[in-house]
């Protein structure tokens, strides 16, 4: 297993010291851009623009070169999102769009966050529902899928206070989510945000552990016969500042989300050197 991920990896293990990094061209220092997600042949990504509302919303755009984004397009929805939506995971095999979204009715939960399911229809999501393991009393966001479609991770406060990762799994594409099941390995008494599952072999995620540079910063996870491997921090991409939301491209490139240098989330192209 080791070979194979240091093939499809070999930065992350080779103790590469050179990135570059650089912030993408869309950014405006009046809103907080953040999270980007892989789709069609640009990326999705979310957006608070607070000169118009304090409401994260959803955008996608083109990748034109490595950092240059353009042609920005917000993505709407057939049912009211007055409040927050935001991050969001697009299922090749099955065309399913998963997305968090403020459920105004969910008055007992912490953030009244849930993830919901919706098809896409040009740049509107459309026949959408909210995935039936979600309750009333806790918040689900942060989704993210495998290859196949039939692994589901996400963030939840099921447990308490803290926002643990947690999965779904279902026995094919179109069929019905298992509840929740806490991911053990990863639990490790710190909330647990923004995981990105990165070709089933890597978790990518970000939280405020101990052996951090401050505030959030980006761990990784291998997976190894079938379990979690204790997270590992990203040296190269944190800073002293947020750093989550990332999004590999290939093998040695791809996006992340920081707030280093600024006072709003960016999200910033990185490239092993």
Same mark, same amino acid.
């Given at each position: 297993?080791?070979?194979?991920?240091?093939?499809?990896?070999?930065?992350? +293990? =080779?103790?590469?010291?050179?990135?570059?990094?650089?912030?993408?061209?869309?950014?405006?220092?009046?809103?907080?851009?953040?999270?980007?997600?892989?789709?069609? =042949?640009?990326?999705?990504?979310?957006?608070?623009?607070?000169?118009? =509302?304090?409401?994260?919303?959803?955008?996608?755009?083109?990748?034109?070169?490595?950092?240059?984004?353009?042609?920005?397009?917000?993505?709407?929805?057939?049912?009211?999102?007055?409040? !927050?939506?935001?991050?969001?995971?697009?299922?090749?095999?099955?065309?399913?769009? #998963?997305? $968090?979204?403020?459920?105004?009715?969910? !008055?007992?939960?912490? !953030?009244?966050?849930?993830?919901?399911?919706?098809?896409?229809?040009?740049?509107?999501?459309?026949?959408?529902?909210?995935?039936?393991?979600?309750?009333?009393?806790?918040?689900?966001?942060?989704?993210?899928?495998?290859?196949?479609?039939?692994?589901?991770?996400?963030?939840?406060?099921?447990?308490?206070?803290?926002?643990?990762?947690?999965?779904?799994?279902?026995?094919?594409?179109?069929?019905?989510? =298992?509840?929740?099941?806490?991911?053990?390995?990863?639990?490790?008494?710190?909330?647990?945000?923004?995981?990105?599952? #990165?070709?089933?072999?890597?978790?990518?995620?970000?939280? &405020?552990?101990?052996?951090?540079?401050?505030?959030?910063?980006?761990?990784?996870?291998?997976?190894?016969?079938?379990?979690?491997?204790?997270?590992?921090?990203?040296? &190269?991409?944190?800073?002293?500042?947020?750093? +989550?939301?990332?999004?590999?491209?290939? &093998?040695?490139?791809?996006?992340? $989300?920081?707030?280093?240098?600024?006072?709003?989330?960016? #999200?910033?192209?990185?490239?092993?050197?």
């Amino acid at each position: 297993m080791k070979n194979v991920l240091l093939f499809l990896f070999p930065f992350l +293990f =080779s103790g590469a010291d050179e990135y570059i990094i650089e912030m993408v061209s869309i950014s405006e220092m009046s809103r907080d851009e953040y999270a980007p997600r892989k789709f069609d =042949s640009g990326l999705i990504f979310t957006i608070i623009d607070k000169n118009r =509302s304090h409401f994260s919303k959803l955008y996608y755009a083109e990748i034109i070169n490595k950092d240059i984004l353009d042609f920005v397009q917000e993505i709407t929805f057939d049912i009211s999102t007055d409040y !927050h939506v935001g991050i969001a995971e697009y299922c090749e095999v099955s065309g399913e769009f #998963i997305f $968090t979204l403020t459920n105004p009715n969910r !008055h007992g939960s912490r !953030h009244g966050l849930a993830l919901y399911c919706g098809y896409f229809d040009g740049y509107k999501v459309t026949r959408i529902k909210e995935l039936d393991f979600c309750l009333n009393e806790y918040s689900y966001l942060y989704p993210t899928l495998s290859s196949d479609g039939l692994t589901l991770i996400y963030s939840s406060n099921i447990e308490g206070e803290l926002y643990n990762l947690y999965q779904s799994k279902r026995d094919s594409i179109m069929g019905e989510w =298992s509840c929740p099941e806490l991911i053990e390995e990863l639990d490790i008494g710190f909330n647990s945000l923004f995981p990105n599952l #990165i070709n089933d072999s890597l978790l990518v995620y970000s939280a &405020e552990y101990e052996d951090g540079k401050g505030g959030l910063d980006i761990y990784k996870s291998k997976k190894i016969n079938g379990e979690w491997a204790f997270p590992e921090n990203w040296q &190269e991409l944190n800073s002293e500042k947020d750093d +989550f939301g990332v999004e590999m491209m290939d &093998e040695k490139s791809g996006y992340f $989300t920081s707030r280093r240098n600024t006072e709003t989330d960016k #999200i910033y192209y990185f490239e092993i050197n």
